[in-house]
């Protein structure tokens, strides 16, 4: 029987369920005790970044390695200039006893996320090398608030949907083009106190709709070139139905009274 101690840290206890053919005894527990051995310890034991904006000039953490159950230290971040987006060094505090390791997370930025693992040299022969995860989310570079737009169930005179398009950048990409994929509806943009709106309308001739449609907001933004903002309606036929439901029962009740 093989024991992986790979999640394991410190003292541990871990009971393990053995399956017999004996039917007086057709399961057996043991109680698995020791202590795993560990040649620097690392507070915290990762750098979460968080969700960091694109536009963050540098975020900085740091954590305290200490040494561990074995002889003295001499870390050493093993490949730091290969590191993708975390700048990392090494501060002595006490030697072969305490270390400080600050990372800071550099942009640019690319992608939804950084992840990475330090690997740090311990100066331990027994365990050489510990690891250290590192993790952020970006910010979304556009989001769209509402993320969608609601028509009424009915045609209503003036209706109008608004979406504000919040970005994190600056400047703010310039839109080249609106529209939406039905021709009962018209929409623009719109530039108010350096935010940008848009909003659909409804025409005299529209009528409820059954299924979705897209507003498709084009950008010269190379990361985003193309946003699409859903436009849902209730179902008008469900709204009828349910008007006609309650009708019914007031004209039962009448005709009962």
């Not at 992608?111 to 993790?135: H, N, Q, S, Y």
């Not at 080249?176 to 021709?183: G, I, K, L, R």
């Not at 084009?218 to 439901?245: C, H, L, M």
Request: aromatic share 4%; with cysteine.
């Amino acid at each position: 029987m093989t024991i992986s101690c790979s999640k394991l840290r410190k003292k541990f206890n871990k009971v393990i369920t053995v399956t017999t053919n004996d039917p007086h005894n057709p399961t057996v527990k043991l109680t698995c005790a020791g202590q795993i051995l560990e040649p620097a310890v690392i507070q915290p034991n990762r750098l979460n970044f968080g969700k960091i904006s694109r536009q963050t000039a540098s975020k900085k953490m740091s954590v305290t390695i200490t040494k561990g159950d074995g002889g003295p230290i001499t870390p050493k971040i093993k490949d730091a200039d290969k590191l993708k987006g975390i700048d990392a060094k090494l501060i002595e505090v006490e030697k072969g006893e305490k270390y400080t390791l600050e990372a800071t997370l550099v942009p640019p930025f690319s992608g939804k996320r950084v992840t990475e693992t330090l690997e740090i040299e311990t100066g331990v022969a027994d365990a050489p090398v510990v690891r250290l995860p590192a993790f952020a989310t970006m910010q979304p570079r556009v989001v769209a608030t509402p993320y969608r737009i609601q028509l009424p169930a009915e045609p209503q005179d003036g209706w109008e949907g608004r979406v504000k398009l919040v970005w994190d950048s600056e400047p703010l990409p310039k839109i080249t083009d609106v529209s939406v994929n039905e021709p009962s509806m018209a929409v623009r943009t719109e530039n108010k106190n350096g935010e940008q709106w848009i909003v659909v309308s409804l025409k005299k001739d529209y009528s409820p709709l059954l299924t979705a449609r897209l507003v498709t907001v084009t950008t010269d933004d190379k990361e985003n070139p193309s946003i699409r903002i859903p436009v849902v309606a209730q179902r008008a036929a469900a709204a009828r139905r349910a008007r006609g439901a309650r009708g019914k029962r007031v004209d039962d009740h009448m005709r009962k009274n």
